[in-house]
């Protein structure tokens, strides 16, 4: 029996997550539950689940959560970062799902590699601020990663070393990395400028979180998937193509040196790399519909346009720049995405925030995550000024 701690469990992919762990009630148990504040979901995942622990980050929702399932299970409810700590490195954890969305999620997945946790990599961002210091812990504590994200976990299937427990990059010469292009893949610039939050959140192909989505509308979230893919796999950035892929079935590519190209494909599901993590190195069932290549009938491929969707630049700037300008960029970005799905800013002025913070935080060396941290919270501050200047310019659609 394996016991899985699912951070973000409230959320697209700890939901999905929990789905297929219960298809598997012999193998595995979701011994810990956490989520930001959404007592009501968390309170009916425990009654389900009975994790022996369940998080809550914001402590009010840890008392409310506490008071409703006193005397409906055994489970124990803790707060705050030190809660998600404590459940992500316990000596009783197997496997930490890392599914928190954004910077929240990088003291509790570092926690984890150090730990030496299987870990399941859901949260990208974790990766783009601090790759240098999660790879190096998780070698240091032999902790196995194995990346959910769609696209890097269909890259690790496609690798050579990928059943003998170690991606390696012998014979490979290049990844090459799918991108749906998001819902404005075909909107000229002026109608993406326009763009309201619905209209950013409606992906054509997979249902996400919002903050996802919108990284999927402007690109950035092809960008930050480049990063994670140089972490991953130690590649350099040049080592990686981007290829927009409508349809979300070729889920990536890795190219050899004799011409070979391996793919990864199937339905547009994330049970399928979420199964492919939990049941490593073997196959599990994870609910998913058989792929219909009859009735897909055609796939199609086309190059990314950094004209129209700039954060693809920007990311690869960063990634250029390196040190901690991943992690200012990254903040750069939530900052901005939060303030669009607000209502505060237009869609347009994203990669504008995200641009000008990049040209005002000096990049230094990521060498603890103190350092990361505080760059995370600079760029955040200058992003935030950034957004309070463009706020004359709001956008109708936002949500306020
Ligand atoms: P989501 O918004 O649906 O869920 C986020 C989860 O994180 C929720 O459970 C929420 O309670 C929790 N959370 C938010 N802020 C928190 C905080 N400060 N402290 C503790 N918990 C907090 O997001 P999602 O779409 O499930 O994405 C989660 C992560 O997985 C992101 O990093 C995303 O990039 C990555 N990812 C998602 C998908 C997808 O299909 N949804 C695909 C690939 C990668
Ligand atoms: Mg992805």
């Known amino acids: 029996m394996q016991q899985v701690a699912v951070l973000g469990s409230t959320g697209s992919i700890g939901v999905s997550t929990l789905d ?12 810990a539950l956490a989520a930001n504040r959404s007592v009501d979901t968390l309170a ?13 980050m ?20 803790l707060a705050g970062p030190e809660g998600l700590q404590q459940v992500a490195s316990h000596a009783e954890v197997d496997a930490v799902m890392a599914a928190i969305v954004g910077a929240a999620g990088l003291p509790s997945t570092l926690a984890a590699a150090e730990a030496g946790k299987r870990l399941l990599l859901a949260n990208k961002e974790s990766l783009v601020m601090a790759g240098h210091l999660l790879m ?10 194995l990346p959910i994200d769609s696209e890097h976990n269909a890259i690790f299937q496609c690798l050579p070393a990928a059943q003998a427990g170690a991606p390696g990059l012998e014979g490979v ?4 990395l799918t991108a749906s292009g998001g819902p404005f893949r075909s909107w000229s610039a002026e109608a993406i400028a326009a763009a309201t939050p619905a209209q950013a959140c409606a992906h054509p192909n997979w249902s996400m979180g919002r903050k996802i989505s919108v990284d999927s509308a402007t690109l950035m979230n092809k960008g930050l998937e480049l990063i994670e893919a140089c972490w991953l796999f130690d590649v ?10 409508p349809e979300s079935i070729v889920h990536s590519l890795v190219q050899y040196v004799d011409g070979s190209v391996l793919a990864q494909l199937g339905n547009p599901d994330m ?3 979420i199964a492919y993590g939990l049941g490593w190195p073997q196959r599990i069932d994870a609910g998913v519909a058989p792929l219909d290549l009859v009735a897909l009938s055609r796939l199609h491929f086309e190059a990314p346009d950094e004209a129209r969707f700039p954060c693809l630049r920007l990311a690869r700037e960063a990634a250029a720049a390196s040190g901690t300008a991943m992690a200012v960029c990254n903040a750069a970005n939530e900052i901005a995405v939060e303030a669009f799905l607000a209502g505060g800013i237009g869609f347009a002025a994203i990669p504008e925030v ?28 200058v992003a935030a000024w950034h957004v309070a200047r463009k706020g004359d310019r709001p956008n109708p659609g936002g949500e306020k």
């Open 20 to 31: 297929v762990i219960a298809r598997h009630p012999q193998r595995f148990r979701a011994w």
């Open 44 to 56: 009916a995942q425990c009654r389900v689940f009975q994790p022996r622990y369940a998080v809550m």
């Open 58 to 77: 914001d402590p009010d929702a840890a008392d409310t959560l506490r008071a409703v399932l006193e005397g409906e299970c055994d489970t124990e409810v």
């Open 136 to 145: 190096a812990a998780a070698r240091k504590a032999g902790a196995v990663i």
């Open 173 to 176: 010469s290049k990844i090459l």
């Open 236 to 245: 350099a950035p040049s080592r990686v193509d981007i290829v927009v892929h």
């Open 271 to 273: 049970r399928t790399p």
């Open 354 to 381: 995200i641009e000008a913070t990049l040209a005002a935080v000096s990049p230094v060396e990521p060498t603890s995550l103190n350092v990361v941290e505080a760059a995370d919270r600079d760029a955040r501050e």
